[in-house]
């Protein structure tokens, strides 16, 4: 069993800050990336940042500057660091990872159950 867990979301004003944490846990053999989508109510899921295993991230241009994901692989973890908030950034807010679970087998995607975010004054 695989299980990623978020926290961090929450009410915000717009400028504000939160953080977004996921961890993942169980049998794992080694995880190839890890990073954050968000669906606004009827739109569709969308990319907001993604990190491989040696560092290398991808931001959507519509964060560029504004948030910064990091990970730490030790505790299977990642970050993303969201500053300047905007009320368009309101979204629930899903944590995703490639994960292997042993040698022998292909990278499957994982995801958590969402932490909603919600930018509004």
């Known amino acids: 069993q695989v299980q990623l867990v978020e926290s961090g979301g929450g009410l915000v004003q717009p400028g504000g800050s939160l953080r977004l944490s996921c961890v993942a846990s169980?049998?794992?053999?080694?995880?190839?990336?890890m990073g954050w989508f968000r669906q606004a109510p009827g739109s569709q899921r969308e990319s907001v940042a993604i990190i491989t295993s040696s560092g290398s991230t991808t931001y959507a241009d519509s964060v560029k500057g504004r948030f910064t994901l990091s990970r730490d692989n030790a505790k299977k973890l990642v970050y993303l660091q969201m500053d300047t908030l905007k009320p368009e950034d309101t979204a629930v807010y899903y944590c995703k990872a490639g994960i292997r679970r042993s040698y022998f087998v292909t990278t499957t995607p994982y995801w958590g159950q969402g932490t909603q975010v919600t930018v509004s004054s």
């Open positions: 169980g049998s794992i053999f080694s995880i190839d990336y």
